[in-house]
């Protein structure tokens, strides 16, 4: 693994103002997203770590932005940040570190344009989530700003793509594998949501099965054992859209295999963990073994040494 200079440097990245701008969220993508770090810095090709580092950091800003307060600031908060970051897009002055390395970006890499547009404008659907009471308002929530999220960084991928391979084929293999991992989060953080008032299992599907969001704050016995019906039948649906993602492998580039390789395969593990903590999950989330994780790590390190 280069140096974060030398990584810059193979990037084109020289000027010294840009290198402190990039060396800040860096240091920020590091602190807050730690194993994430780890694996873009040990799987990707070098020449992807800098604009992967600029688009993780321009959506944790986001998030943080539009995250607390009430609906109405959390939506002009968004506005705002929308317009300052389309300003930079369009030649103005950043006025912020992560919008200068944004900015960078999206002039190395101009794919990332339109998904810095998708992006903001899915956001919409962040600031007004309070839960779902159908299935279909959870699709369009993915739909609506998972995926465009999750495609800031796929993007990437993209123009390394042999010539006449399927793009479409890739996104919609994207598609799935984001649905997965929304599900899993929603599953991963039911405690810590319902204790705000909603999580992202449909209101429908928790009739279904006799369950309330209150039922979910107060546990019984008994709602735990309805819970873990519940989590089993998500987790199924997890597992369908994980399996239809995992031909990405085969779809990406060969020097991004191993990074798409591995975040499948900690998916799986994370999907296994929530799954067997069934109801149990009232009571927190569920972590993958730290040992399974590394050994994932180190195999597709491997593999990423020998493609190179």
């Known amino acids: 693994m280069p140096t974060w200079t030398r990584t810059l440097h193979r990037a084109g990245i020289t000027d010294p103002d840009l290198e402190a701008a990039y060396g800040r969220q860096r240091t920020l993508v590091k602190r807050f997203k730690s194993e994430e770090y780890l694996t873009v810095r040990l799987l990707l090709p070098a020449y992807l770590h800098p604009p992967v580092i600029a688009a993780v950091a321009f959506m944790h800003e986001t998030d943080q932005r539009i995250d607390t307060g009430t609906a109405d600031a959390r939506q002009q908060a968004l506005e705002g940040w929308a317009t300052a970051a389309r300003g930079v897009l369009d030649g103005a002055p950043a006025p912020s570190a992560v919008l200068q390395v944004l900015g960078d970006a999206v002039s190395r890499h101009p794919q990332l344009r339109e998904r810095v547009e998708a992006f903001l404008d899915g956001a919409r659907h ?9 299935e279909g308002e959870l699709q369009a929530y993915v739909e609506g700003y998972s995926l465009p999220a999750f495609m800031l960084l796929a993007c990437l991928l993209i123009p390394t793509l ?85 031909q990405l492998t085969a779809l990406a580039p060969r020097p991004a295999r191993p990074f798409v390789t591995a975040l499948l395969r900690v998916q799986e593990l994370r999907l296994d963990a929530v799954r067997k903590k069934g109801g149990g999950l009232v009571d927190g989330g569920a972590s993958p073994s730290k040992p399974a994780l590394l050994g994932i790590l180190a195999g597709q390190y ?7």
């Open 126 to 134: 962040e600031v007004r989530y309070s839960g779902f009471d159908t």
């Open 162 to 246: 042999k010539d006449g391979a399927d793009t479409g084929a890739f996104e919609d293999r994207c598609r799935d594998l984001i649905e997965a991992m929304q599900r899993v989060d929603f599953l991963d953080d039911l405690a810590e949501d319902a204790a705000h008032g909603y999580i992202g299992i449909p209101g429908k599907d928790l009739d279904r099965h006799g369950l309330s969001v209150g039922d979910l704050r107060m546990p019984t016995a008994t709602v735990r054992e309805r819970l873990g019906q519940l989590v089993e039948e998500q987790s199924y649906l997890a597992h369908r859209s994980l399996a239809a993602g995992r």
């Open 302 to 308: 491997a593999a990423a040494l020998r493609a190179r």
